[in-house]
């Protein structure tokens, strides 16, 4: 009888946080073109502001926050995601089929997303701050300086302002991380000329980050302006009507570094996951 590992349910957080280490610059970016209500800059021209203005290190603002929100919103999808799969995989003897996979993605995402919503703000309005005038910056001096602000200052709703679209994204983003990336995996292992090595890992990963890319583009911008509004918009629908206003594209604000930061974010999250898994994996009998 053969031994196999699987994740433990922590893994995902652990390699998430990892990710954002080395792709929250791009995350940066990415909310700093999403949040410009006229198309100025682009991604390198924003880049060169930034650093500009403020400095390398600016690249790094709310990365506390970036990762209380991967120990947050990526621990709880993962967990619930690669825990349940592995359970149904066990009791049934075999592998779940692909329609199983995205519902469970998508609750699993949703979960996280709701659960993560509070970081998640703190995390946009950080990273948007050194953008803004002086006198208009928040200064929270880390994530939970930052939770701690808005619920005294703003209420304990406002930390859940964006909720639902943060859960709907989460959702999306899941389906095509989480599904897709377990799906394309085993079909690449299932044609026999890969191993389960770094090079699947690879190949699998940028073909999940391109269907979440795909997926959530249009409410990540949605997300991300409510999250940064200063009562700007009444609800979900009122800032999709005025996005609506600046035209289809506005929808699709800072797609190409998005593409950049999500697709390096889960080829980096996954390498990482499949090593925890192999190394460190909690061993089961085949």
Known sequence: MGENRISRWYFGGVS??????LTHPLDLIKVHLQTQQEVRMRMIGMTVNVVRREGYLALYSGLSASLCRQMTYSLSRFAI??????????????????YQKVLL?????????????????????????VKLPVE???NYAHALDGLLRVWKEEGM???FSGATMASTRGALVSVGQLSCYDQSKHLVLA?????????????????????AIILCQPLDVVKTRLMNSKMEYKGVLHCLTETAKLGPKAFYKGLVPAA????????????????LRQHFGAVVVA
Do not use: W
Not at 16 to 21: L, T
């Open 16 to 21: 998430s946080s990892a990710a954002a280490c």
């Open 81 to 98: 995601y690669e825990t349940v799969r592995d359970e149904m995989n066990r009791k049934y003897k075999g592998l779940m089929p692909f």
């Open 105 to 129: 993605g998508a609750f699993g995402g949703f979960a996280g997303g709701f659960i993560g919503t509070p970081a998640d703000l703190v995390n946009v309005r950080m990273q948007n701050d």
């Open 136 to 138: 208009l910056r928040r």
């Open 157 to 159: 709703r406002k930390l």
């Open 191 to 211: 044609t026999g000329y890969l191993t389960d090595n770094i090079l699947t890992h690879f190949l699998a990963s940028v073909f999940a980050g391109g269907c």
């Open 260 to 275: 950049v930061r999500l697709i390096p974010h889960t080829v980096f999250t996954y390498i990482f996951l499949e090593q």
